[in-house]
């Protein structure tokens, strides 16, 4: 795992020898191993390493035979040995058991095509010195992340938003229309970020630069393909998805470093942490638990029950160790805000962040089991849609109001209780049947931001952040209506969301964290699985269950999902009520330009008395004012 950065056509500036060292130390986190600069007269590049495979000769930037090809690479490609032998046999000549020189040498033979061969998790730049062509590109799912800009018929590029700010030239007018995004998702969607001209290659995705004529074009190399089913029996289909998924755990183990794996005690992680224990056999395999004090978010006994189940089947393979989040842990939210670059509040980067730095005290590779909800459909917003799609039967002008009104009578007891759960599942089912989808996701709706949004925002106030959704329907491929709310968070939620907080947060800490359940073959056998071996009933990923049944106990399989969930709403309240207070309104969110402070004022009121729980809202609040207070 690494971080890259570059910039092309820069015209000889003088300067740029210094930006492209500072882009780098920027990503010094993301590769504090060793670092790399290719630099010519029209084309910088920089790298940082941080070693996993071929720890001695790994440093980048690569070149093939005649320095011709140049490629700088952040992630891992999982099938390179294959590639390599391949090329080998070609007349290509190796100097390094690394993958990144297979991209090289791959690239010489099939140019921007090289990419439908690569299977793992990666963001890369390759430029060809001869043609004068740059070639970007960015993995099938997203894990990785490869921001840009163009500035002048130049192109800038970067892991990460910090090193991209190193750049004089980089674009720094917000977009309003993100900041409306980023209050209804809590995330900036891609391809956009929140500043204006400022992009995110999108997952699955390559761009190709033209120095000469300074122009780019951008087209997608895979797309996952939900109308083909598979007519195999559940049970065929359950052993097949054993076999990809255990074949994927064995790729990721691959490393010259130690590996071990992520527990929190859910169906996803026992499963690949049962398997990676019994594919490393005789070798122990460290698994790592973050837990809380607050009974409602702490999965701890259910990580210790799974640890204690695969150490019976394995003989006691595995080393399980557990560590505890402190309410204190505030300056770490300053830190990764840093790292992140734009606002994104998902607080649960907070814990991935802990147990990362706990994990990588020791190991340098995690595995996780992130990407098996949205192929699986594992959400309970899944049952959720199918059950409010039941109460349609009703005329419009009398379900609505009765909801409504139904709902207001539901105290609002926080996200994680009952009342809480059914105030929202009211709200729900009261909106228009096109609309349940975003109305369930959006954590800010329009009439608050009315309210709530200042004379720099006012433009987006009346923005509809569901056009998102409504912009990706004709790509989506599913016949089924609650499997594309799944192929929709594909797109989305996983990219935006999940592998966002998962890359930051690890990095931060210098480790790698590798997903196989988003291997490509696992990916696109559930695409092709009928709906009804993923969700049948309320049982949920009942696919993957049926096909590790041995491996997971029942206390595990049969649990409702709770998620990676912090106590947000009580530390707002308690340890760090001073701190958010001086947030909110003692610095730039609040002085007319960006929010209201009368509204804000309002908002937390309600929730410091308990009446409401606003804590989503506060919290996303909370990061924008970190964000502006650092740009």
Not at 74 to 95: Q, S
Not at 479 to 508: C, F, Q, W
Not at 512 to 530: H, M, Q, T, Y
Request: charged share 25%; glycine share 8%.
């Amino acid at each position: 795992m690494c971080g890259i950065a570059g910039i092309v056509n820069h015209r000889g500036d003088p300067a740029v020898g210094e930006i492209i060292a500072a882009m780098s130390a920027a990503l010094t986190h993301r590769g504090p191993d060793a670092s790399g600069f290719y630099l010519d007269e029209q084309v910088a590049l920089g790298h940082r390493r941080l070693s996993i495979i071929d720890l001695e000769n790994g440093t980048q930037p690569f070149k093939n035979e005649d320095g011709s090809v140049i490629a700088v690479f952040n992630g891992e490609i999982y099938n390179f040995r294959r590639l390599r032998d391949e090329l080998t046999a070609r007349g290509h000549t190796f100097r390094s058991a690394t993958d990144t020189e297979v991209i090289v040498h791959l690239y010489e033979e099939l140019g921007g095509e090289c990419v439908r061969l690569l299977e793992g998790m990666f963001a890369f730049a390759v430029y060809n010195a001869k043609t004068r062509r740059l070639l970007l590109a960015r993995d099938r799912t997203g894990q990785k992340p490869l921001l840009y800009f163009m500035t002048n018929g130049t192109l800038v590029f970067a892991s990460e938003f910090p090193a991209l700010k190193c750049h004089p030239e980089m674009p720094k007018e917000l977009d309003v229309n993100a900041v409306s995004d980023y209050l209804s998702f809590q995330y900036v969607p891609g391809p956009g970020t929140i500043y204006r001209n400022v992009h995110k290659l999108a997952p699955g995705h390559q761009l190709e630069f033209r120095l000469n004529e300074g122009t780019t074009s951008i087209r997608s190399y895979w797309r996952l393909d939900h109308s083909l089913k598979l007519t195999e029996s559940f049970d065929e289909a359950a052993r097949t998805l054993r076999g990809l998924v255990e074949k994927s755990v064995e790729r990721r183990l691959m490393a010259d470093v130690p590996v071990g794996t992520f527990l929190s005690g859910g169906v996803d992680s026992t499963i690949i942490t049962a398997v990676a224990a019994a594919k490393r056999l005789p070798q122990k395999t460290n698994a790592y638990t973050i837990g809380f004090n607050d009974a409602k978010y702490d999965e701890r006994s259910f990580a210790a029950r799974a640890a204690a189940a695969i150490n019976r089947q394995t003989g006691g393979a595995l080393i399980h160790r557990e560590r505890i989040v402190e309410p204190g842990d505030f300056p770490l939210l300053e830190k990764l805000c840093a790292h992140c670059g734009e606002p994104f509040a998902d607080a649960s980067i907070l814990p991935t962040a802990r147990l990362s730095e706990f994990a990588a005290s020791e190991i340098k590779v995690a595995l996780s089991g992130d990407g098996a909800d949205e192929i699986f459909c594992g959400y309970e917003r899944y049952l959720a849609l199918r059950w409010a799609s039941r109460f349609s039967l009703l005329p419009g002008f009398l379900q609505r109001p009765l909801l409504k009104a139904a709902g207001a009578l539901v105290p609002d007891g926080g996200e994680r209780t009952h009342c809480g759960r059914l105030r929202r599942f009211l709200k729900v089912m009261a909106a228009p049947p096109g609309q349940r989808y975003f109305t369930l996701l959006d954590r800010c709706g329009s009439q608050l931001k009315e309210s709530l949004f200042g004379e720099k925002l006012q433009s987006a106030a009346n923005r509809n952040s569901a056009e998102l959704f409504e912009t990706l329907q004709w790509e989506l491929t599913s016949g089924n209506r609650i499997e594309r709310l799944s192929e929709l968070d594909i797109h989305t939620y996983l990219p935006g969301d999940i592998l966002t907080k998962v890359d930051i947060a690890s990095m931060a800490f210098s480790l790698e964290v590798r997903s196989p359940f988003l291997d490509r073959e696992v990916i696109e056998f559930a695409a092709r699985l009928p709906l009804s071996y993923k969700l049948r009933g309320t049982k949920r990923k009942r696919i993957l269950c049926e096909a590790f049944k041995d491996l997971l106990p029942r206390e595990i399989s049969a649990r409702p999902k709770k998620g990676f969930g912090v106590p947000i709403a009580t530390y707002l309240r308690g340890e760090w009520r001073n701190v958010t207070e001086q947030a909110l309104f003692d610095g730039k969110l609040c002085n007319g330009e960006y929010f209201r402070r009368r509204t804000v004022e309002q908002i937390w009121k309600e929730h410091l008395s308990g009446r409401r729980d606003h804590s989503y809202l506060l919290w996303s609040l909370l990061i924008f004012s970190l964000f502006l207070e650092r740009n």
